[in-house]
């Protein structure tokens, strides 16, 4: 009979996506562990909110004249004749979640975060996929500036244990009083500007000039720079907010840079804005995005609440992790069980019941074999300790351990295993990540 042809097509991940194998996925992790450990330590509990929304909700709460709602969203029209979007972002849905369960009922600010996959159509390039993941917080219900510095603390803190370092770069993108008086002087100004850039920026000049500053061409560079500063024309209010969050950051010991041309690809923000960069990341060198976004309630339909928040590529997280916490996280077993014969196994099946009851990781290969192969296997599978169960050993109920590190070996029934393994390693309920 002729092999069955493979169809190629069928057996390749979409562009832009990727399959997380079982050899990394302890990096993703162990930075989602840290997270949880830390975000608790903050007050944030964790959201989860649907991968698909209505389209509208991203429309109108990241803003129409975005790259990412003009050209980067999956959307589809579904059975029942609604627009649907695979969510590019999760702001927008965190706080109609928080509108629709009316979470402002209860005391004190709401902290939220969450981890999860994003969808945006974007050009392929190191560091960017199609879909992503994101690990974020939003505070909703405070506009202290207080909070702000909190946040970029507590994302700090994150990074820092997973030994990951970053460059904080800050500006107020001002507010509806005076963003639009801004932008007018803005606009003037381009114009004399506009031969001497590129075309992405000619483009964005009319409806989205804010959107200029942002451009990462290198020939536009010196052109932008003779721009007006939006932080030289904020109102009162933005100013001395900006002027406070500054002097938080301060007293918290938080080195910053003021960046005037930071201004972000979505349209809610005010007052804070802010990035991580990371030098080692090429050409798109964002490992945190985030600021605040006092209107999106109400934009949305919702009630007028004030929100502060951050997103931060996991992926690209990952691809900085310090090498030297993945090589100390070895996911291999605690007990290789190795036994000989039918008799043996069923003995291994009820041993491994009872270590793993108490939280140890067990690992049998069910078809057996030579004694000589199933070390090797152990080994690896990088197995902390292999026991032995042939006769004798079943006969005496007692067993050989071999402690595979430095090859120590001695006999121990299962409850002197146990406690031998308890005294190494606490069960993993009861254990708590390193910071
Ligand atoms: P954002 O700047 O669009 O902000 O994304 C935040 C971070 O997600 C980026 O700094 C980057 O690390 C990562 N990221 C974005 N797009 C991609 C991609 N195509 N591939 C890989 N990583 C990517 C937001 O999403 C806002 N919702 C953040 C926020 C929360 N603002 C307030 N609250």
Known sequence: ???????????????????????????????????????????????????????????????????????????????????????????????????????????????????????????????????????????????????????????????????????????????????????????????????????????????????????????????????????????????????????YLEKAGIAYQIAPRLVRGLDYYVKTAFEIVSGELGAQNALVGGGRYDKLSEVLGGPPVQGFGFAMGLDRLVMLLSERLVAGSSAGPDVFLAFMGTRALDRALSIARALRSRGHACHLEFAGGSLKSQMRLANKLQAKHVLIIGDEELRRDQYTIKRMGDSKQWDATVSELLEYLNAQRPPASQRSPDL
Request: with cysteine.
């Open 1 to 247: 009979m002729e092999p069955r042809k493979l169809d190629e097509t069928l057996l390749n991940n979409l562009p832009g996506t990727r399959d997380l194998l079982p050899g990394d996925i302890s990096r993703w992790q162990l930075i989602e562990d840290r997270a949880r450990w830390i975000f608790a330590l903050y007050g944030f509990q964790e959201i989860r909110t649907p991968l698909i929304e209505a389209t509208e909700l991203f429309a109108r709460g990241i803003g129409g004249d975005t790259d990412i709602v003009g050209k980067e969203m999956y959307t589809f029209v579904d059975q029942s004749g609604r627009s649907i979007t695979l969510r590019p972002e999760a702001t927008a849905s965190v706080v109609r979640a928080y509108a629709q369960h009316a979470m402002y009922r209860a005391a004190g600010v709401t902290k939220l975060y969450y981890i999860g996959p994003m969808f945006r159509h974007e050009k392929k390039q190191r560091g960017r996929w199609r879909q992503f993941y994101q690990i974020g917080a939003e505070v909703l219900g405070s506009d202290h500036p207080a909070i702000e510095t909190e946040v970029v603390e507590m994302i700090l803190r994150l990074l820092d244990s997973v030994g990951v370092s970053g460059r904080l770069l800050i500006n107020s993108v001002g507010c509806e009083a005076c963003r639009p008086s801004y932008i007018e002087i803005l606009r003037r100004e381009l114009r004399a500007q506009l031969p001497h850039l590129c075309d992405d920026c000619r483009r964005r000049s009319g409806a989205n000039s804010l959107r200029v500053l942002d451009c990462k061409v290198e020939s536009c560079q010196p052109h932008i720079d003779l721009l007006p500063a939006i932080t030289d024309h904020l109102c009162g209010a933005c100013a001395d907010h900006f002027g406070r969050f500054k002097s």
